[in-house]
């Protein structure tokens, strides 16, 4: 029998945003409950459990901002955490606030759909013990910016007869002790997993289709000085987030590349280098890398240069070494290249020699050889932002679903909401802050919670909608297409246009502003009383 439950507020996901929102909302005085498809919280890292999964933002940003005694007192052993490190933090502060009572697990929203008698959303769930409908005035989906997985359209991977795994849904029991192992993908997932696993395996072989610029990331164990400076400084750490552009914690530079002689275009790179992170080398020595063609090559002839003297084997430098812009997610490393040193690690360049499919020996590639494999890793990244809403059935107003409303691209204003599904909030939705996912997640969050406040004071009787309309949504995507335009990002084909899902038409999924702009905005937003919203 389907169980009934009214309720204030329901959150979806319970990931870092979705503790958030919980948190948030709880401590509002609103009824809440927050479920998830997994067994318990961590969302994203949760289900990331690869060898070498961490998170490539310096740890003492790596966490929520407002609860600064946590700030000063919870460990952390590195410069960058791994991902049990992360679990257990996300455990910490949901037991510390005590949120686990509003949380249900192994639970899976079905539906929602919008309820126009009632003013509430009539959301569908199921779980093992059975059948639920949820009716709650605000709905906020907070199912991950990455989390739909996407395996590769390649024939015959099916009919693989050894280990098949995606990198998102890592059987803790697998074992690659002594295996021969092969992997596609080599983004900032696959470069992970290559490093961590390249020691332990028979072989390793990276089927490569696009060749990545990456940097070292510095990692090394925190010692006791630096975490002292950190937490004297906590305050003035984050105000810093908040003023920047992308809230990595990195200096940002506003120096031109070509201005400098190449003498000090070299050292000003090596010196980024040598400090490491991924960020900082493409932010913090020059301000136009991400704009200027010509300064981006500056850049790209630099990490070249690194690859050749890193690899030995000039074969495997040559495949190794990208030919296109430096204008993807930057990545850094704790040793990727270093790794196709070992005589266990190959790659197979699949531009040259594409897959053909896969048997069940392994990958067969264009020029008839049958790599044999006993492993296949597929660290294909995900079905970003629209993924993970697409395959849920969301209804607003007048019948209309989140698959029609997105079916030129998905947008939302602001990130947080759409036209048509009032009362209904996204989490790291399209068009947010292309900045550190942590700080991002909290101030959209911040910005919802400011929505939900002004609905519940507002309004004492009756149904509280917050509805933003048609025309403050398509302003909010013209403005972010704007601000995309000139971007190097758009020469390259990756998740964060959507275009690594074959077929997909590239959209803006991102606000390129910066951070402290969307919160200028956001503040905008809050103190001329949320003119974007339709007032009933
Ligand atoms: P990414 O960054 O989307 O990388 C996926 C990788 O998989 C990339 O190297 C792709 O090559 C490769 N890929 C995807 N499909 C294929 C097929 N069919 N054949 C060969 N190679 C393929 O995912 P990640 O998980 O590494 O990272 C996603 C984000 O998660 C990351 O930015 C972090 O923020 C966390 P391509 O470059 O498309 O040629």
């Known amino acids: 029998m389907t ?19 919980t948190y ?6 609103l009824s809440v409950k927050c479920i998830d498809m997994a067994s318990d919280v961590g969302g994203t890292w949760y289900w990331n459990r690869y060898p070498g999964a961490m998170s490539d933002t310096e740890s003492y940003l790596y966490r929520y901002s407002w609860d600064k005694d946590d700030l000063r007192t919870y460990p952390w052993t590195h410069h960058y955490v791994y991902q049990p490190e992360i679990l257990k933090y996300l455990q910490h502060i949901v037991a510390k606030h005590d949120l686990r009572k509003y949380m249900q697990f192994e639970t899976e929203m079905t539906s929602a759909t919008w309820n126009e008698d009632t003013g509430r959303w009539d959301v569908a769930c199921c779980s093992g013990s059975g059948d639920v409908i949820v009716h709650a005035r605000y709905l906020v989906n907070s199912l991950g910016l990455l989390s739909k997985v996407n395996y590769p359209n390649i024939p015959g991977l099916s009919s693989f007869a050894g280990d ?32 961590a696993i390249a020691p332990i395996v028979g072989s390793l072989t990276s089927f490569q289709r696009s060749p990545q610029y990456s940097v070292p990331s510095g990692q090394r164990p925190v010692a006791k000085e630096y975490r002292d400076r950190v937490n004297t400084t906590y305050d003035q750490i984050w105000d810093s987030v908040w003023s920047s552009t992308i809230g990595f914690g990195v200096p940002e530079s506003k120096r031109k590349t070509m201005e400098a002689t190449p003498e000090e275009r070299q050292q000003a790179f090596q010196e980024v280098w040598d400090q490491g992170n991924g960020f900082r080398f493409m932010f913090s020595a020059f301000g136009d890398l991400t704009t200027d063609k010509q300064a981006n090559e500056e850049a790209c002839k630099f990490i070249r240069g690194k690859i050749d003297e890193m690899v030995k084997d000039p074969r495997k430098a040559a495949i190794l070494k990208p030919k296109d812009l430096y204008a993807r997610r930057p990545l850094c490393d704790t040793g990727y290249y270093e790794i196709f040193n070992r005589e266990n690690v190959d790659v197979v360049d699949l531009q040259a020699t594409p897959i053909e499919k896969i048997v069940p020996e392994g990958i067969q590639t264009a020029d008839g050889t049958t790599h044999q494999l006993d492993a296949l890793i ?10 993970s809403y697409m395959r849920l059935k ?31 909030f996204i989490v790291a939705g399209p068009q947010g802050p292309f900045a550190n996912f942590p700080p991002v997640i909290e101030s959209e969050i911040n910005f919802i919670m400011a929505c939900i406040e002004y609905a519940e004071r507002t309004t ?8 933003v309309s048609n025309k403050a949504e398509t302003e909010w995507i013209d403005l972010c297409n704007r601000l995309v335009e000139g971007s190097l990002f758009t020469s390259t084909a990756s998740w964060i246009f959507g275009q690594n899902i074959p077929g997909r038409k590239p959209s803006t999924n991102f606000y390129f502003g910066g951070l402290k702009s969307y919160l200028d905005w956001v503040k905008d937003q809050i103190s001329n009383g949320f003119p974007a919203f339709i007032s009933e």
């Open 3 to 21: 169980r009934h439950i009214d309720i204030d507020a329901f959150v979806v996901g319970a990931g870092v945003g979705g503790i958030y929102s």
């Open 24 to 29: 948030r909302l709880s401590r509002m005085g």
């Open 164 to 195: 098949l795994v995606h990198t998102a849904r890592w059987p803790e029991e697998l074992k690659l002790e002594g295996k021969k192992v092969g992997i596609i993908g080599n983004g900032s997932t696959g470069t992970q997993v290559m490093t």
């Open 378 to 387: 597929v660290a294909t990244g995900f079905d970003a932002i629209q993924g």
């Open 394 to 424: 969301i209804t607003g107003r007048r019948g209309r679903t989140i698959e029609e409303h997105w079916a030129k691209g998905p947008k939302a204003f602001g990130s947080i909401a759409c036209a048509g599904f009032p009362n209904m």
């Open 460 to 467: 004492t009787a009756g149904p509280r909608i917050m509805e």
